[in-house]
């Protein structure tokens, strides 16, 4: 495949392993902040690659996984009780709400529909003038302008039926909240490549320059991953902290214009709920007042009580990094992909399942 | 495409064009023509089952009386794909296909089917005959006799267009001695064939998922494939599996948990057609967990591997076939495969459906 093989050269891997080692003199933290560069470092084995001075925590990029509880309930509810035909992204499907996952829901014959574009969405609404449509708009930045096109589309059209029920997330106040915690020991961040594609780097540089660590605007391949920590790596043995771009054949520092003027028309910046970290001001989009018809939260109007997590979850933990997947006393035996107590263990971008799935018996590997 | 493909494909066109559907005074299926009344038997009369004559069949009877000598294999599996009609195929083709495989999995050389229907009130007459002659098309190729069945229908909304259930039966081929008792360390593992491919199609028209692509189901019988190698290497062959629902992945998890011994993967041996690999990078799916038709997993004991592999790209749907790895005294029960650029992980069996990722 056309510019995926040569980000997963092998001896372009073993160059950069071997500089890694060469110039690793000290223990470095470094947290990937995205759940796809989580599941690219477990699923190309990377982690048992790097020299073991440097531990690589899991960030909170995952939507799946800080998508509230009470926002699942509300789809499902949405999807169950309200007769909407409810659309989302195939993984959000299995993350267990306070009762049901939408998976659960639709085997009760709630209309539940897997699409990969939110367009779509408004596609169906326009074939079923008579029905709801609501889609279930999760994600960070990066499906941001996706989610708001579909939102002036079904405007254009004078659709009535079409609405998002918007959970998005935004990586910089996350990184800034992260590092609120003292028990954090994170040094450096590989930045989402993609979430940088739509947005640009500007937004990063307060945050390096406040925290005085560096970040590393990273991709996703095996190559993109030792390349940006590599780049992180060698700031931190020679005490910078500067903002760096890895991924600049995908990213230019200003992002996509269009993108965010599509972003800035139909969404606007709101407080947050984070699963398993909690509230983080200035950490999402919600639909502009203006467009409020469109906003599934207001035309619904639905009153979901806040659920309670498992008590045993220690999913904040896991997301901020302090904790590995593999502490939690309940890793693979009370909590698994099959029955998971917390979202991380749901999506494959999860630190947790990406844990399960690709390193449960890490210990017994590395031994080998 | 290869030339074996593109003669089944003129085959089957010839076939399509050679049955025409026979004028008939209804157009859809209707809850009568599974009631065994009237209705059922003008169906039956119509022309529509013409299609798969034979001695049995002519017979209308309750059963089918079968003369059997030694060793048989007996299986059973049923057909709720949607949707019905994918790129390379229908359930029609599938239904035969997949009994036929795997009777030839258990080293039997298949003979006899029942083929049984659940249709949906207003499935159009001539779906079901496009159907019905993917049915007869497939048979054919397999060289097996359909002597048996059954038609019911369901009220509409109640099914989805058409459901086959199909039961095979074949002779275990002389040579064969298909166990996972008789797996050992180092025996190596080999696939058929391209993976994921079948999956991959299915997937490109979905409702909500489609995506434009010329990637086309690989559903084919197996047997004559498996009767050579059998032929060839025999008691060599000490396990062989079709890796349909829940892909190679699944598997090979199963032979591992039931030989208790490790299964070792090599990443960058694994067949997978480039515009199948694309698709599946597209869409956030590993192609280990896409489901197969048309491929088979064989476990051979090394001193063979090599010389049956070579075997294997010359038989028909086995061009790309492929040695991927060996079954190890390390990490019993487990599957780990070894990435591109050396690193290892676990191989899990699926969980539930894979399910398309956000980003």
Redesign the interface.
Known sequence: MKYINEYRDPQLVQQYLAELHRITTRPWTIMEVCGGQTHSLVKHGILRLLPELITMVHGPGCPVCVTPLNLIDKAVHLALDKGVILCSFGDMLRVPGSKMSLLEAKARGADVRILYSPLEAVKLAEQNPTREVVFFAVGFETTAPANALSVLHAQHAGLTNYSILASHVLVPPAIAAVMSDDDVRIQGFLAAGHVCTIMGMHEYQPLVDDLKIPIVVTGFEPVDLLQGILMTVRQLEAGRYELENQYSRVVHPDGNPHAIAVIREVFTTTDREWRGIGNIPGSGYEVKEALARFDANRKFAVNIPSARESEECIAGLVLKGIKKPHECPQFGKKCTPQNPLGAPMVSSEGACAAYYHFSQTLEELTSK | MTEMTTAIKAAKLKMQLQCPLPTLDFEVITLGHGSGGLLTNKLLDSGVFDLLRNDWLDQRHDGAVLHLAGPVAFTTDSFVIHPVFFPGGNIGELAVNGTVNDLAMCGAIPAYLSLSFILEEGLPMQEFWDILVAIKFAAEQAGVQIVTGDTKVVERGKGDKIFINTTGIGHLHPQAQISAKRIQVGDKIIVSNYLATHGIAIMSVR???E?ESGIESDTVNLNHTVEALLDDFGAAIHLLRDPTRGGLATVLNEIARDIRQGVHLDQEALPVD?SV??AC?L??LDPLYVANEGVFVAVVSSDQAEAFTTTLRTLPHGEQAAVVGEVVA??PG?V?I?????????V?ML??DQ?????
């Open positions: 409702e909500g998922l995506f480039e690999a694309g990078e869409l956030g390390d990490h487990k780990v070894r990435s591109a650029i050396g690193g290892r992980r676990i899990n969980v539930g399910l398309p990722r956000i980003c």
